[in-house]
């Protein structure tokens, strides 16, 4: 059941929208998600992440660190570096999987 304070706080919001449609483009979230992405994937830590990754794999090798370990760090790069392209892999197949139903049943001729 919805409470007629938050339906007031519903409406209140959806008239601000409106009425400034700056806030509602959310330019701000834009830029600072590109901006972290821009961060995240620039040439100074990919290097780091190089060294981690060869530092954790000769440490693994001599038996310094666990195996589990390695694979961790491997993960982690794997997770930071390819997240743009792990989201952008899932929001071209779920575009053109939701425009092309496949067909279940024959049409009838």
Known sequence: MIRPH???GLVAAG????LFPDVASANVL????????SIL???FLRA??????????????SGRIQ????????LAIVVIFGAAGIVDYIRS????ASLAPAAVVA???
């Open 6 to 8: 938050s339906l007031l």
């Open 15 to 18: 008239c601000a929208i409106a």
């Open 30 to 37: 834009d830029n600072f998600g590109n901006a972290l992405l």
């Open 41 to 43: 994937n620039n040439n």
């Open 48 to 61: 780091i992440a190089i060294v981690a990754l060869i530092a954790a794999g000769l440490m693994a090798l």
């Open 67 to 74: 195996w589990m370990a390695f694979i961790s760090v491997l």
């Open 93 to 96: 197949n779920s575009a053109t």
């Open 107 to 109: 049409p009838i001729a």
